[in-house]
């Protein structure tokens, strides 16, 4: 994710949010810091996308929660793999990791999930260390950032 000018997130036009406060002439990235409504994240992260802003509408537990340390959460995924298969750490790049998740894969840098031939991808919630179903993974992206 790459940092935005300030005056860039709230131009004229965008939606308004009551309580936010941003320094127009100051880059931002990461989390802005407001716990506001789903819907109104949902309009907001769908204007930023509209003019080029990477944003994401993430729960707020994912902001003040305790969040896993990659080790954590292979040693997590490791109870949770089926007879046969391994992990294979590799180096984690900090600045891919998603607020929410963070995928494990065979054609990635993080890590490598062996199972036989091939391989696969595993999504680990970096709040509880549950693997993310598909079926999750596609609601958060809609039901959160009107993604489909």
Not at 18 to 45: C, H, P, Q, S, T
């Amino acid at each position: 994710m790459r940092k935005t000018l300030g005056g860039d997130i709230f131009p004229p036009g965008r939606p308004a949010v009551k309580g936010v406060v941003i320094d127009e002439n100051r880059y931002y990235k990461g989390f802005l810091g407001y716990g506001i409504d789903r819907l109104l994240g949902v309009a907001l992260v769908t204007s930023f996308r509209r003019d080029g802003i990477d944003a994401l509408n993430v729960p707020v537990g994912y902001r003040d929660g305790n969040l896993l340390t990659p080790e954590e959460m292979v040693d997590r995924v490791k109870g949770q793999l089926t007879k046969g298969s391994e992990l294979l750490p590799a180096k984690i790049d900090e600045n891919l990791l998603h607020p929410m998740k963070v995928i494990f894969k065979t054609n990635a840098p993080e890590f490598l999930i062996v199972n036989g031939e091939g391989g696969g991808r595993i999504v680990v919630d970096r709040l509880d260390g549950h693997i993310w179903s598909d079926y999750e993974q596609a609601e958060y992206a809609y039901d959160y950032n009107n993604l489909l």
